[in-house]
């Protein structure tokens, strides 16, 4: 026998007719259920959950069991409600399968804990999908509704703006607007700079626009987030204002057993607090005395010279945690930038993190930018 993890179709790049054309999808398919772990088993890498399927008999409708693969998300969730350490679980799913089910099934025995588990139901895919299990605390706030309340939020604050690209991938969403109006000129910045994609030159271009992003998970892998970003022309390269971050934790009050059931009012309230941080967010974030605020305090540190290229770049990878792969990505568009000081590393950051097919991966590298930079400058 061998374990599986299920598979979500990712987005990366999408458009943002494509990504709603799949939350659409996703969203016919969604059942969230509390289960307590009495009526959780393991079975051949699945989650057997009782009461989540339904069959129509001549004597009515029935419940039964439904099967669901989870994905590596979920398997995290299992190992950290059930107090399984992650690693071991992996090992066992690839080296010794019927241990898989012998632990998720010995542990849940030991625990009168309930859960909730989001799924997606048969259809999608071929098979059930258990996309997260998480505590029962856990507020359902889904991408679809994210996306719609935050447009509306940006329509409201009346500033012209543009989708530049949409990823989804099993722990994020991730949306990405731009104002091409509100722009400000970097030349201090981008002197220097030539970009490793088309070699087109930042001196002959120098302009950042400002944006920012927009994320959600809705399996428990971070909260509802609006982050500024500035965009810098020639090379579509991002830098993530962290800092500035405004966040929505996902917490809420405790859901009972049975499938989850939110009422209208209860959406909608939550809805309107994403509308209006969206809305306030357009208006803090997209104008141009902010972008030349940032441009300021990223140029005061981004002129400092790298004598040493490849120690600089081992230095901060090393205090970033990147692995070799990234290391070495990195050095390469250093290199191909052509521009040998710290807001160099800062390019390259943000341009390998255009590269990466994973968009959690992405996601994560343009976030440490301005802190490679940083670091970069005091090596």
Known sequence: MTITLAARTPSRNASLGELAALLQDEHHHKLDVVAPASTIRAEDGRLIIHGTAHELSPTGVTTRAGAFRPTG???AGIAEKLGIPVGYLR????EAPDLWDANVNGWLDRTDRSFMVRTLLPGHQGEGIARAMLSTGYRIIDNLDILTAALDGVRSAGVDVRIDSCDLSDKRMYVRVIANQVRAYAPKLLRNYRSPFTGDRGADNPVVFAGFEISNSETGCGAFTITPRLVVK????????????????HLGGRHDDGVVKWSNETVERVLKVVTSKTADAVRTFLRESYVQEQLHRIESTAGTPITNPEETITTVSKALRFNEDTRAALFNHFIAGADVTAGGVLHAVTSVAQTLPDADEAHDLEAQGLRAMELAAAA
């Open 234 to 249: 020639v090379c579509k390269n991002g830098m993530t204002i962290t800092k500035d971050a405004e966040r929505n934790v």
């Open 73 to 75: 998300v979920c398997e």
């Open 91 to 94: 090992k066992v799913r690839t």
